[in-house]
Structure formats: structure tokens, C-alpha cells
T-cell receptor, first 115, second 115 residues
Framework: DTGVSQNPRHKITKRGQNVTFRCDPI?????LYWYRQTLGQGPEFLTY????????KSRLLSDRFSAERPKGSFSTLEIQRTEQGDSAMYLC?????????????FGEGSRLTVL | SQQGEEDPQALSIQEGENATMNCSYK?????LQWYRQNSGRGLVHLIL?????REKHSGRLRVTLDTSKKSSSLLITASRAADTASYFC???????????????FGQGTILTVHP
């Protein structure tokens, strides 16, 4: 298995445009998480899925953000009408509940720059 | 908001020296984990310590946990230039011995090891 894969790795967009990030977790993992990390800070939780069900969303996730995990495999995170404050690294992680004690496996992240 | 507070924010040492990073948190936890992040990359899991454990070792890493003080420390012995990275503590607040899986990260310690 190649680990957690995120695409694109870098995205530069103009304010007001929509962007979508994709995450492919480790294949047997049933949990998938999205985090956001700004420069000099630790990752902040955005949302997570168990299989295809979205179980929790952070208050950080405004109405402009939507995440999906159809069929419980890959996930997408869409940001509509981007703002400069959305510029950050978006990190995806996966885990196998019931097997591990909660260790997360992270992808390399998708860096968003909003001009 | 961040659960963990890390200290120091930055640490600069010479190769061969030991590096100690501290983490404090606010609520009861199921486990505490340490992650490493190289600049612009994703996070890599280093070590996990459960709430009923006091000390754990993995190679050159030693982690301690004091639940009465709600604090943890990460010691890297005989540091190498390749250890240069940001280090984050993360807490899992699952109860009853069950991992919740959703982690809350601290702000991190930037470690620089000079050759």
C-alpha cells in the first residue's frame, strides 16, 4: 500500500473561485479525517468520516466548505467562493478503528494559496 | 482551539545533544501521541502513550506522561541533523479505554539540530 495520497499538492486560485481537494486513504482504513494547518500552527480538526458517514464537523467549517466520502473510499473537500483566509495546508489522514489505538496516517497535504 | 501547549516553541541544539520538548493539555485523555513534520510535508506518527502508562521508549525516543499534571515530554537522545523538524503532541479524548480517534494538536516545537 502506498499510504495516504492527496491531490493536488499545490493549488493557487483567485479569490471567489471554487477548489476541490481529493484524498485517497489507506485502502483498509475506515476512518478518514480532514485537518487544516496554517503557518506556524498545529493542525486543526475540520471533519471526519467513518466509512461513508460524516460523523462530526468542526465549527471552523463554514457553509462554504463541504466534504464527501462516497462509498467509504476516497474523500473530497470542496471550498466554494474561496477567501484569502482559506490559504492553508489541508491535511487528510486515515485510521483503522478497532485495530489501532488511534494513530493517524497522514498524507503530504494540499497547499492552497488564495490570491 | 488547541488542546496542547508546547514548550519550548523553538529549540536549537548541536548534533549529539539531547532534545526535550514538553506538552501540556487541559482535559482527560485516552492517549497522547507525538508526531513529526518536516517542512512542507505531512505528519508522521512517532509514538503513542496511553493514559495508564507513565513512560514509553522507541529507539532514541522516550516519552513520559503525568496525568496528574496533564503534561507529557518527548526526549530525543543523541540528536542528528536529520531530526530537524517540527514536533507536535496530540491528544485523544476517548473514554473507557476506547480511542476516539479524533486528535487535537498542540502548536508544536521547532527543533533545529546543527551538524
Amino acid at each position: 500500500d502506498t499510504g495516504v495520497s492527496q491531490n493536488p499538492r499545490h493549488k493557487i486560485t483567485k479569490r471567489g473561485q471554487n477548489v476541490t481537494f481529493r484524498c485517497d486513504p489507506i485502502s483498509e482504513h475506515n476512518r478518514l479525517y480532514w485537518y487544516r494547518q496554517t503557518l506556524g500552527q498545529g493542525p486543526e480538526f475540520l471533519t471526519y468520516f467513518q466509512n461513508e458517514a460524516q460523523l462530526e464537523k468542526s465549527r471552523l467549517l463554514s457553509d462554504r466548505f463541504s466534504a464527501e466520502r462516497p462509498k467509504g473510499s476516497f474523500s473530497t473537500l470542496e471550498i466554494q467562493r474561496t477567501e484569502q483566509g482559506d490559504s492553508a495546508m489541508y491535511l487528510c489522514a486515515s485510521s483503522l478503528v478497532g485495530h489501532s489505538t488511534g494513530e493517524l496516517f497522514f498524507g503530504e497535504g494540499s497547499r492552497l494559496t488564495v490570491l | 482551539s488547541q488542546q496542547g501547549e508546547e514548550d519550548p516553541q523553538a529549540l536549537s541544539i548541536q548534533e549529539g545533544e539531547n532534545a526535550t520538548m514538553n506538552c501540556s493539555y487541559k482535559t482527560s485523555i485516552n492517549n497522547l501521541q507525538w508526531y513529526r513534520q518536516n517542512s512542507g510535508r505531512g505528519l508522521v506518527h512517532l509514538i503513542l502513550i496511553r493514559s495508564n502508562e507513565r513512560e514509553k521508549h522507541s529507539g532514541r525516543l522516550r516519552v513520559t506522561l503525568d496525568t496528574s499534571k496533564k503534561s507529557s515530554s518527548l526526549l530525543i537522545t543523541a540528536s542528528r541533523a536529520a531530526d530537524t523538524a517540527s514536533y507536535f503532541c496530540a491528544t485523544d479524548v476517548g473514554a473507557g479505554g476506547t480511542s476516539y480517534g479524533k486528535l487535537t494538536f498542540g502548536q508544536g516545537t521547532i527543533l533545529t539540530v546543527h551538524p
